[in-house]
């Protein structure tokens, strides 16, 4: 148990829909960062949020937004949804800024679109 | 753009076999990350390195940083079931962008 929590587990909807993936990290991480997997493309780097504050943006489309909360906790949005945002998407948290030292996984919401 | 690329990218062995898996780069890394990913789980941070050649041992896990800190290989010596699993490299820039930069992943399986 990498201490970091992950909700849902999976999520299944339909094309044009909004849903929300939520994110708890481990106790004492500042940092979140947030991972889009495909069989296709890999682990995607999409956003980062360091104590409340966006700090780093990757591949992160516009359609997908996120955000962190006062108590450290996180979600992402993903709105307009098409069938290619089928994945996995995974939060990651760690102490500092830099990603430079350990980075906790959760085990990840698999979202289906259908 | 950097890129990193993890050959092979699938690698089946019988138990008890020797394997090395590389990450390779055209680009200078500030240290380098090796996680091991099994079905339905997210990515688990195995080591960092960070120093040019170093070399750091995890059990039957050998893992080293070429000297100008652009690859790495990961050893496995005497490989069992429990290591089978998708093993990604991932490196880190501390300059301006101070992005991690991941490899597609080695995707092994040992069998018993």
């Known amino acids: 148990d990498s201490g970091v929590t992950q909700t849902p587990k999976h999520l299944i909807t339909a094309t044009g829909q909004r849903v929300t993936l939520r994110c708890s990290p481990r106790?004492?991480?500042?940092?979140v960062y947030w991972y889009q997997q495909s069989l296709d493309q890999g682990l995607q780097f999409l956003i980062q949020?360091?104590?409340?504050?966006?700090?780093a943006k990757g591949n992160i489309l516009e359609r997908f937004s996120a955000q962190q909360f006062p108590d450290l906790h996180s979600e992402l949005n993903l709105s307009s949804l098409e069938l290619g945002d089928s994945a996995l998407y995974f939060c990651?948290?760690?102490?500092?800024?830099?990603?430079?030292?350990?980075?906790?996984f959760g085990q990840g919401t698999r979202l289906t679109v259908v | 753009t950097q890129l990193l690329e993890q050959s092979p990218q699938f690698l089946s062995i019988q138990e008890g076999e020797n394997l090395t898996v590389y990450c390779n780069s055209s680009s200078v890394f500030s240290s380098l990350q090796w996680y091991r990913q099994e079905p339905g789980e997210g990515p688990v941070l195995l080591v960092t390195?960070?120093?040019g050649g170093e070399v750091k041992k995890l059990k039957r896990l050998t893992f080293q940083f070429g000297d100008a800190r652009k690859d790495s290989s990961l050893h496995i010596t005497a490989a069992q079931p429990g290591d089978t699993g998708l093993y990604l490299c991932?490196?880190?820039?501390?300059?301006?962008?101070?992005?991690?930069?991941w490899g597609l992943g080695t995707s092994l399986a040992v069998n018993p």
């Open positions: 390195v960070v120093t």
């Open positions: 106790s004492g991480d500042l940092s």
């Open positions: 949020y360091y104590n409340g504050e966006e700090r």
């Open positions: 990651a948290s760690s102490v500092g800024v830099q990603h430079l030292g350990e980075a906790f």
């Open positions: 991932a490196g880190f820039n501390a300059g301006n962008n101070r992005k991690l930069i």
